[in-house]
Every structure is written in C-alpha cells, then in structure tokens.
C-alpha cells in the first residue's frame, strides 16, 4: 500500500479478478475507472466494445489482445500488440483476447486524456494504437518495471507517478471546452448544441472546432454517445422499461432510441438487456 490507499482485490465473473485502490486525489477529476485485472486460467474471449464518452488507457502486463477491430471499416484488423491507448468512439469494435490477461486499465475523461496526452483528440478519436505512439519510448520501460514486480501496490505506485507527471506538464483545455463538455456530461446529452455556444460565448463554428480538437468528436456526436451511454447504464441497473427510457434518455421515441443503438453499436436495445455488460463492453 501506498499513504494508507490499500489494494483491494474482488472476483468477477469466472476466475477473472479485479484489483483496486483508492486514486490519488490529484488524479480523480480526469478518471473514471482505474483497476487491475488478472485471471487464475487463461480464458480467450471475444467483447463488442461500445461508445461511452470516454477514452482508455491499457497497460498490458501479460498476453495482449489478438486484435480489435472497428464493424465499420472495412480494412484489416488493428493489431496492438501490447499497451494501448484508444480515443472516443462513435461505433463499436470488436476485441479478441487469447486468455491470460493481466493489465491496468484506466478511463479518462476527454480532457484528462487531452492533459494526458497531450495532442489534439481527434487524431486518437474512433482508433487504437500503442502507448508508445502516445507516451513515446519511454513508457515501454515503465511497462517493463510494472511487469516485472507482482506487487499490485507497486504498479500502482509507478503508474500514479507516471500519470500525475504527465498531467501536471500537460495542456490546459479551454475553459469554454470544459464548461461545453460539462454540460453535455450532466445532461446525458440533451443540451442543444445552440444552447451550449450561446453560454460559452463562442460562435457555432468555433466551438465545434475547438471542442472536437480537444474531446476528438463533434458536440453533437458527443451529445449522441453520452445519451447512447446513459442508456446503457440505465439498462445494466435493470431498467428495461424502453417506453419511460426513451422519454427520460431523450430520444423522440423508440424508433430513435432502435436507430441509435444500431449506429453506435450495432445491437438492439433486447440484445443490451439480455447481455452481461461491463466497462463499455458487451460479452459476445
């Protein structure tokens, strides 16, 4: 453990286990998730991965995902072959793992990874590519010290290091972004795109520049993910009830709501509710 922050290790589904300990403070305002994982048998498996309004970090501390591979393209499969980084998307992917999975996995917000990254989002928006191409070189030696220590609270302590020195030496999104992305985030994505430049002062024009510069998807597409999102959450709690979440979740009626879920994710809403889902991902 670490200043008292210690690592709490729970059984998921299977022999999967997850791993766990309190963020440090100056790191929560740009993450949503942050564990471990590892498995006592390699099991391979296959997930659809879904939009959800945030971007991911994964440190792969043992076998690497097979592939992942975006349902809209039509080119080969993405091979990552060890740690990853993966901006927003707006449509699913499909990602194979051999089994023996062993990794840190982190979801920022948009503008924690814009911090973190330190790039423009869209050149990371709806792709997938090494953290080396991310983080440069050097974040193959801070794999390799987290790899070779089974010390759950050391990797821990290695990666906060690492993340808080980026953060801290990392671009300051716009205030206006910030405050745009807030409003999107809080509403589930029914805050008019109109309403949001007039609060920040911008013209249309420019806040979507600016904003998909620094969140990687236009506001509007980011309103469709986040209401998409708020959805599927809802769904995951055991609200099935399609009529009352089509009025609560925004979507002019349920036509709009099937539409949706068939362009951002390629499923129907049945097929959410009848699957075990987690962290963005629906078990294939």
């Given amino acids: 453990m670490s200043g ?44 659809r991965i879904v939009p959800t309004g945030r971007a991911v970090l994964l440190i792969s501390l043992g076998e690497p995902f097979a592939q992942v591979h975006r349902l809209a393209e039509n080119g080969p499969e993405i091979r990552v072959v060890g740690s990853l980084v993966a901006g927003l998307e707006d449509g699913p992917r499909i990602a194979d793992h051999p089994g023996g999975q062993e990794a840190i996995r982190l979801e920022l917000t948009p503008l924690g990874a814009y911090r973190l990254f330190a790039l423009p989002m869209r050149e990371v928006a709806n792709t997938v590519v090494e953290l080396a191409d991310i983080l440069g070189p050097h974040s193959r030696e801070l794999v390799e010290r987290m790899s070779c220590t089974r010390d759950w609270g050391e990797r821990f302590d290695l990666l906060d290091a690492a993340l808080l020195a980026r953060l801290g030496a990392g671009p300051e999104p716009a205030p206006e972004v910030d405050q745009a992305w807030r409003m999107l985030a809080r509403s589930g994505g ?61 979507f002019y009626d349920q036509a709009h709501l099937n539409r949706e879920f068939r362009a951002l994710a390629a499923v129907t809403p049945g097929q959410v509710v009848a699957a075990r889902m987690a962290e963005g991902a629906v078990a294939l």
């Fill in 4 to 47: 008292g922050r210690a690592v709490t290790m729970a059984r998921l589904a299977g022999d999967r286990w997850r791993v766990t300990r309190p963020w440090p403070a100056a790191l929560r305002p740009y993450l949503h998730s942050y564990a471990g994982y590892w498995e006592d048998t390699a099991t391979p498996y296959r997930v």
């Fill in 190 to 250: 029914t805050v008019p795109v109109a309403r949001i430049a007039q609060e920040t002062g911008w013209s249309h024009g420019y806040l979507v520049r600016k904003f998909t510069e620094q969140v990687g998807l236009t506001p509007k597409m980011s309103a469709r993910v986040l209401r998409f999102h708020r959805t599927m959450g809802l769904m995951a709690s055991g609200s099935a009830d399609l009529g009352a979440l089509t009025a609560h979740c925004g």
